[in-house]
């Protein structure tokens, strides 16, 4: 609750500074259009002659015009960084997103998502994923599938509410070798490896309202079911010893998440989202485990680069961490191409 009140608070106290005149004067721009006198057809192309009549362009047969252009991204992203929001993807929209988190000790490596939007109700997505921590408070990627549906759109009066399912059918195994010189901490106590194996599936409920014109809340929760498996923990003083426990465990760990967006002008946008994210504690007097949650946030900026490219950027922080100096760098290219099938 303290998570999603902060959001909250956030919104409401930055929304009013900013200037919805920066944001209408910034909405337009020029665009010099030529229309051949002869056929009376507009050329915006650098052709010597019409694309229409075949007339030479010259100063006698063209007239200059110009137009108020207003630059308008018609896709929904359906996401603020790695938080979902209610809106679902447009019909046979394919979003191609690819990016990652990146620190001075540590990187995620590249990950990736492919989603197509299902009739404008819903959506399903392929991807590789950080949504787990590790003991060593490293990012565990996961390859998921996913599907969110549309349960209602926003009106004046109601929020949008949509519902989602995520799944890795697969086990993934975890491998934390060395762990004195990752976790001095742990290692004082004669742990030197641990390894383990994990499955994750989450449903979540996220709604999404528009504040004013130039501001979105998403508020959601969920339940992720965690499994784990085959535990192996070596130590190497004060006698060599190991603990093994083979059998399968399972987890209920409720999620929160909350964000929001603030348009700045008509090509970007200032993101902030937090959420909390299941990792691994281990006892580092036995060797066992047990998932807990940590909290995760970020904040950046969404740059429309065309009317199909997306660019975010931002700045993430756990608050396992130790310092500015653990913070990430968060950056995504995502594109966004309608099928058109007919």
């Known amino acids: 609750m303290r998570l999603l009140a902060i959001i909250f608070l ?28 002869n056929c009376k057809v507009e050329n915006t192309t650098s052709n010597k002659f019409c694309s229409e009549c075949g ?13 108020e252009e207003t630059f308008k991204f018609t896709h929904n992203v ?6 979902p929001h209610a809106t679902v993807l447009n019909s046979l929209d394919i979003g191609i997103l690819l990016g990652g988190s990146y620190a001075a000790n540590q990187d995620e490596g590249l990950l990736g998502t492919m989603s197509l939007g299902l009739g404008g109700f819903a959506d399903i997505e392929i991807s590789t994923m950080s949504l787990l921590g590790s003991i060593l408070s490293r990012a565990e990627n996961f390859s998921m599938v ?7 759109n926003q009106t004046e009066k109601r929020p949008a509410v949509s519902v989602g399912f995520r799944s890795n059918n697969a086990w993934n195994r975890s491998v934390n070798s060395n762990i004195p ?6 290692g004082n106590y004669g742990l030197y490896h641990n390894e383990y194996d994990t499955r994750l599936t989450s449903l979540y409920l996220v709604v999404s309202k528009q504040m004013n014109p130039i501001s979105n809340v998403h508020i959601g929760a969920g339940v992720s079911d965690i499994r784990y498996k085959n535990v192996y923990s070596s130590f190497q003083f004060p006698i060599n010893r190991e603990y093994e426990n083979i059998g399968e465990t399972k987890k209920n760990i409720l999620l929160l998440f909350g964000g929001f967006d603030l348009i700045i002008n008509e090509r970007t946008l200032f993101m902030f989202e937090a959420q909390t994210i299941p990792h691994f504690n281990i006892d580092p007097k036995v060797g066992s485990i047990n998932p807990k949650n940590f909290i995760s946030g970020a904040a950046g900026i969404r740059f429309f680069i065309s009317r199909w490219l997306v660019l ?14 653990d913070a990430e760098i968060k950056i995504s290219l995502n594109g966004f191409l309608n099928l058109k099938l007919k």
């Open 78 to 83: 359906g996401r603020v960084f790695s938080i």
């Open 55 to 67: 007339a030479a362009k010259d100063a006698n047969n063209l007239q200059k015009i110009n137009v």
């Open 312 to 325: 975010d950027s931002g700045v993430r922080y756990q608050d396992n961490y130790k310092g500015l100096a």
């Open 181 to 186: 010189a990752h976790q001095p901490e742990l």
């Open 10 to 37: 956030f919104t409401f106290f930055t929304t009013p500074n900013i200037s919805l005149a920066k944001l209408n004067d910034s909405t337009h721009h020029q665009q010099n259009i030529f229309v051949c006198k």
């Open 146 to 152: 996913g599907l969110k549906i549309a349960v209602l």
